[in-house]
């Protein structure tokens, strides 16, 4: 596997919370988390389908509830390991997944469409707030 598209150990990727990593998709990063499954590990874009603006996972880890990512904005649960949304808001919406591969114990990146860009948030939006309106004192 290419050293550039080492994402993480496997063992890093907690069983009930997600992995926060960014991709580069030309000029555009992208935020994308791995859930941890029985038999390996999924990468799904870090939004919910029903408000993109809405990240599941916002520095401290997505919350995963019996075996279900949740959004906690909204209550949506989406299986863990399709992204399929089976309640709320954007029921029936799919979360976007990339590919990625575990080699000897280490998830990589092989989706075509995306580079590897770093582990963490993207640093593109405010992780300290979880509201969709700013307010400025000017």
């Known amino acids: ?3 550039d598209s080492r994402i ?14 960014t991709v580069r998709d030309g000029f555009d990063l992208e935020e994308v988390i791995l859930l941890r499954l029985a038999d390996g590990v999924v ?14 996972d ?20 989406f299986e863990r390991d ?9 029921e029936g919406a799919t979360v976007e997944q990339l590919d990625v591969t575990v080699d000897d114990g280490v998830v990589y990146l ?4 995306y580079d590897f860009e770093q582990t963490g948030p993207s640093g593109e939006h405010d992780l ?7 307010f400025s004192g000017n």
């Open 43 to 56: 990468a799904m874009k870090n939004y919910c389908p029903h408000w993109t603006d809405v990240r599941f």
């Open 8 to 21: 993480a150990p496997v063992d890093d990727v907690p069983e009930d919370g997600s992995f926060l990593f």
């Open 128 to 134: 300290s707030s979880r509201g969709r309106i700013g």
């Open 58 to 77: 916002s520095g401290s880890g997505a919350e995963v509830r019996n075996d279900e990512l949740v959004c906690t904005k909204h209550g949506a649960t």
């Open 82 to 90: 399709t992204g399929y949304c089976n309640y709320g808001p954007c």
């Open 1 to 3: 596997m290419d050293e």
């Open 110 to 113: 092989t989706d075509d469409d």
